[in-house]
């Protein structure tokens, strides 16, 4: 069992998590609160219903949904805890998997099958259709990553995913020299930096024609920048698209629109393609991360500290385009 120095990575980790998601009251009693109503009027319903799923947990994120119709949950991490849980409507909360090696983020490969970003693991894993588990990737340029954070996979079968040092285990060394965004490319075994720009490089989600990439930072910044993204896999310098301004941004969401969704302080913030805020979804906890899913893609998940929240939506989840 690997030990740990005081105070355990997770739980720092954690703490700065909580302090930049921290909840801001508000004086609207509704639980959407609409700037643009023109904008909000095919994403949310303004009087929508923020719902309390499930309590209890440690600090909950990276939700994904996994399957279809009503054989489809909701699939994510509770750090701390290290484990994976589950939520269906039919099962309710259950553990998918212990230990996690603290996972954080989670995706799904073009194969449908669960990619998870392993902080204590330092790695990115599979969990194939069987539960056999594997690396998918663990290492650039022969240094170990920091602690990886939150991954995608493209269309052409890559993974790009972010690696701050939030998890990054206090008797281990940090061997990368900075924060990173990567991508892997399984075909080359090729990993490589696409973005040296950020602070704390957080979530990440590519817009539906994958032509754009946008990367949440969680450090000083607690903004969100936008890349275009090239033919060859590389990256245009970035660009400013919005700023959060109630707490820090953390995961974020691209919908079938290319609306983005960020996670903040006071809940969920919606922004235009131009970067311009349209809505809020307002939660009793600060959302970490969110997903969309449930059995017509239309429910919002929110993983909000130690409470999984949903709401149901107007749209859905931008889909890949056909790989290639």
């Known amino acids: 069992m690997m030990k740990f120095l005081m105070p355990h990575p997770v739980v720092a980790a954690v703490a700065l998590c909580a302090m930049a998601l921290a909840p801001v009251s508000s004086s609207s009693a509704a639980d959407v609160v609409v700037i643009d109503a023109q904008a909000m009027a095919p994403l949310v319903a303004p009087d929508a219903v923020v719902k309390k799923l499930a309590g209890g947990m440690k600090f909950i994120e990276g939700p994904v949904w996994i399957g279809s119709g009503n054989d489809g949950q909701l699939i994510f991490s509770d750090i701390p805890a290290d484990e994976l849980k589950a939520w269906s409507p039919a099962a309710g909360l259950t553990v998918f998997r212990t230990p996690s090696r603290n996972a954080n983020g989670n995706t799904l490969d073009l194969q449908g099958q669960l990619i998870t970003a392993e902080h204590s693991g330092r790695r990115l894993s599979r969990t194939a259709a069987d539960g056999t588990i594997s690396t998918v990737v663990d290492q650039a340029g022969g240094k170990k990553f920091n602690s990886p954070n939150d991954v ?83 990256l245009s310098p970035g660009r400013p698209f919005c700023t959060i301004d109630q707490g820090g941004p953390d995961g ?73």
């Open 252 to 324: 974020i969401r691209v919908d079938a629109r290319g609306h983005v969704w960020s996670s903040a302080g006071d809940g969920v913030q919606i922004f235009s393609v131009s970067g311009k805020l349209i809505g809020r979804i307002l939660c009793p906890e600060g959302p970490a991360n969110l997903a969309f899913g449930g059995k017509d893609g239309q429910t919002l998940f929110m993983t909000s500290r130690t409470g999984l929240y949903s709401v149901p939506v107007l749209t859905g989840p931008a889909t890949r385009p056909a790989a290639r």
């Open 152 to 234: 995608v996979v493209k269309s052409d079968g890559t993974f790009w995913f972010t690696d701050p040092p939030y998890g990054l285990p206090r008797d281990q060394p940090k061997e990368q020299s900075g924060n990173f965004v990567f991508r892997y490319d399984p075909e080359s075994n090729q990993t490589t930096i696409v973005s040296r720009e950020h602070d704390m490089p957080n979530g990440l989600a590519f817009s539906p024609d994958e032509k754009l990439l946008y990367v949440a930072d969680s450090g000083k910044p607690r903004a969100l920048r936008v890349y275009d993204v090239n033919a060859d896999g590389t």
